[in-house]
């Protein structure tokens, strides 16, 4: 078994193994969950999806930023089809389909494929960042007594941008990378994409706030240190999805990390019924920006200009 293999074999048991966690939860704690849920107000959980939509459609335009400064003909409306079309991928299992959705579907946009693919990588990346910055900072200022894990994740990322920023640094890693790789290392443009993570921050506020309206939802009280540790921990449970390759859309891996988290300040219940919730509001999300993304990018000058029913324009919005 080769490495990337055995990455996905490893990733899967994990998430398996998060999702009997999840289920063992939820069978543990059913009648106080089916009460949670039962009387979960609708209206949150919309408000909730609409902050998720946010987010995710912050995430596509700064992708398509990254293509435009890689010099790649990224129309808006076109774009965002790619994007959230694209999105869809990570929900199969394996861990690399929502780069190759996105990348592909740019590439059947004109774009190039190598840039396709290196600017969905560093946006990636840099939505990766983005949440650790918010996990750092929200972990740091939050009033509940756990600091190591938010000041290793601070640590982290002055490792990180420390690297990208010191010329010094950046030579070594270059040196380094094409002693192993034969190949020289391109850094991006430390301003530039320490901009790009910035951009990222209102994005993990957003999410996190699928989760902070999912808790008024069920009907729980809310307040500022724990609106505050809801940020942090969402933060953190969608960087552990992340970074577990092979579970689709981090499920089970994700729920895990919230759940633990969150026992303590919402209660078993609550915090089960939170992160159910939390999961299918982000599909729920994902469904509706394929849904409105699609025929908004039908009406394209280029699109129209060309035909709608022509077979080259309805290809470029196929999945791959």
Not at 95 to 102: A, E, F, L, R, T
Not at 159 to 177: C, E
Not at 312 to 318: I, K, N, T
């Amino acid at each position: 078994m080769n490495r990337s293999k055995l990455i996905n074999v490893v990733g899967v048991a994990i998430g398996v193994a998060g999702i009997a966690f999840v289920a063992r939860r939820i069978v543990r704690d059913r009648s106080e969950i089916a009460d949670a849920l039962s009387s979960a107000d609708l209206a949150w959980l919309v408000v909730g999806g609409i902050a998720g939509l946010f987010a995710m459609g912050l995430i596509g335009v700064n992708w398509l930023l990254i293509l435009r400064h890689a010099g790649a003909t990224a129309p808006w409306r076109r774009g965002m089809s790619w994007f959230f079309v694209g999105q869809l991928g990570k929900y199969v299992p394996g861990g690399i389909w929502p780069i190759v959705g996105q990348a592909e579907l740019a590439h059947r946009g004109d774009t190039p494929r190598r840039v396709a693919y290196s600017s969905t990588a560093m946006s990636m990346a840099t939505t990766f960042l983005g949440a650790a910055t918010v996990a750092a900072i929200s972990g740091l200022i939050s009033p509940s007594d756990g600091r190591l894990l938010p000041a290793a994740i601070a640590i982290g990322l002055i490792l990180a941008f420390g690297v990208l920023i010191i010329p010094a640094a950046r030579s070594a890693l270059d040196r380094l990378a094409q002693r192993v790789t034969r190949k020289q290392l391109r850094l991006p443009d430390p301003r530039w994409f320490t901009l790009l993570v910035v951009r990222h921050l209102p994005v993990w506020v957003s999410f996190a706030g699928m989760n902070i309206f999912a808790v008024v939802a069920v009907g729980s009280d809310l307040d500022a240190p724990l609106v505050i540790e809801l940020i942090f921990v969402t933060c953190v449970s969608w960087m552990a999805g992340f970074v577990v390759v092979g579970v689709p859309g981090g499920i089970g891996v994700r729920e895990t990390i919230f759940i633990s988290m969150t026992t303590a300040p919402l209660g078993a219940g609550v915090a089960v019924s939170v992160a159910v919730l939390s999961r299918m509001v982000s599909i729920v999300v994902d469904l509706v920006g394929v849904a409105v993304s699609v025929p908004v990018a039908r009406t394209s000058p280029a699109l129209v200009a060309a035909g709608h029913d022509s077979p080259d324009a309805v290809d470029r919005y196929a999945a791959p």
